[in-house]
């Protein structure tokens, strides 16, 4: 398999490839960090897109205060890349994954989460088997419909429930308003996340008269970085595709403040027609299913199909492309947690040479 080596001409590396303009993912990195601070609000990206240790320990770096996993594998890979923080915002049940998590719990300092008594007293029991004590937030619903439990009474009693078991540790609250992110009026979408937090904030009070621990409530994604850190009581921020600038943030979510910083790199192998152009990238290389992938700076040229290993653009009137067999065109990723799954790295790219080049994890293998 080709690894380009840092130092090199982006020009030579083989496409398709996974570039990434390292400019724009600093100017984004650091208007995420910058707006979290001036809110007081933590920072801990998920890295469900790139799922790199390289990347997260250069977040860390920049303000974060650890990052969010998808899945054990993700939180696995994070503290066995040095990253010795990661809150698993997801549910672990099976016999081997709870072995796996507490562990883990010995290996670094994860954040789990269960929004049932069953999760927990397995957990506690799979953690006084390994001699660990698993840190816990409770999973609030806050009316996504998904995971979570009924916030106020019945988070306020799985709460004292697991403050009652010895090798489980409650420390707050997780709630996501992943169902708000693409509100299209602003207002409408303020008014409905403000909700959902005041919902998960409430919670965090009645957890408090208790005497119950609640340092953690933990909320958002790129998609709401614009009002959850204003909400009052969110501690912490999820935020971590904001990095990319993915259009699906722009556009869809309406956080216009992020520059596109990723892109598959594609070679026209086809001009069939002064309308038409073939490059070699497909559905293997870029996803097009959720938010379709568009042509760097040139929008009078879409991408109208993707095969397998080819796509076909269509080239208008205004067009600013020549499209000869063998230029490389550069597609915008419309979201990148379904793209960066198709590839084993990123490339970074500075003034057209490679200066970085980070292994993506796959979900049963760790990246070098």
């Known amino acids: 398999m080709f690894r380009p080596t840092p130092g090199t001409s982006a020009d030579a590396v083989p496409t398709p490839f996974l570039r990434v303009d390292l400019d724009a993912l600093e100017a984004n990195r650091r208007f995420m960090a910058e707006w979290l601070a001036q809110n007081d609000c933590g920072w801990r990206p998920h890295v469900k897109s790139h799922r790199s240790p390289q990347i997260a320990r250069e977040l860390l770096s920049h303000g974060a205060i650890g990052v969010t996993c998808a899945t054990l594998d ?7 890349g040095g990253v010795s923080t990661p809150l698993l915002a997801h549910l672990s049940v099976s016999d081997d994954k709870l072995a796996r998590l507490a562990r883990l719990f010995l290996a670094g300092e994860p954040i789990a989460t269960c929004d049932h008594f069953v999760q927990a007293e397995t957990l506690n029991r799979a953690c006084r ?3 660990s004590t698993a840190r816990v937030l409770v999973d609030v619903d806050v009316g996504m419909n998904r995971v979570g439990i009924r916030p106020g009474k019945d988070a306020q009693e799985l709460a004292r429930a697991i403050d009652r078991l010895p090798n489980v540790e409650l420390v707050g609250v997780m709630g996501y308003e992943g169902h708000l992110l693409q509100v299209p009026d602003l207002d409408e979408k303020r008014r409905r996340i ?3 937090m005041g919902t998960l904030c ?3 009070d009645r957890l408090l008269r208790d005497g119950l621990r609640c340092d953690v409530v933990s909320a958002g994604g790129t998609g709401s970085l614009l009002i959850t850190p204003e909400c009052d009581g969110v501690t912490e921020v999820q935020a971590g595709g904001g990095i990319f600038g993915d259009p699906f943030y722009r556009e869809n979510c309406g956080v216009r403040s992020l520059q596109p910083a990723l892109h598959v790199v594609t070679t026209v192998v ?19 299913d959720f938010v379709a992938a568009t042509v760097r700076n040139d929008p009078a040229t879409t991408v109208a199909h993707l095969s397998a290993e080819h796509g076909s653009l269509r080239i208008g009137e205004e067009s600013r492309l020549e499209a000869r067999i063998g230029d490389r065109i550069d597609l915008v990723v419309g979201y990148s947690d379904r793209t960066c799954v198709l590839h084993t790295h990123l490339v970074g790219v500075r003034d057209g040479m490679v200066e970085d080049v980070w292994s993506i994890g796959g979900r049963f293998r760790t990246p070098t």
């Open 270 to 288: 086809s001009r069939p027609s002064r309308d038409r152009a073939v490059v070699d990238a497909g559905w293997k290389s870029v996803n097009g």
């Open 202 to 204: 409430h919670t965090r």
């Open 74 to 80: 993700e939180a696995e890979q994070m503290v066995a």
């Open 129 to 131: 088997a390994a001699g």
């Open 194 to 196: 403000e909700e959902a």
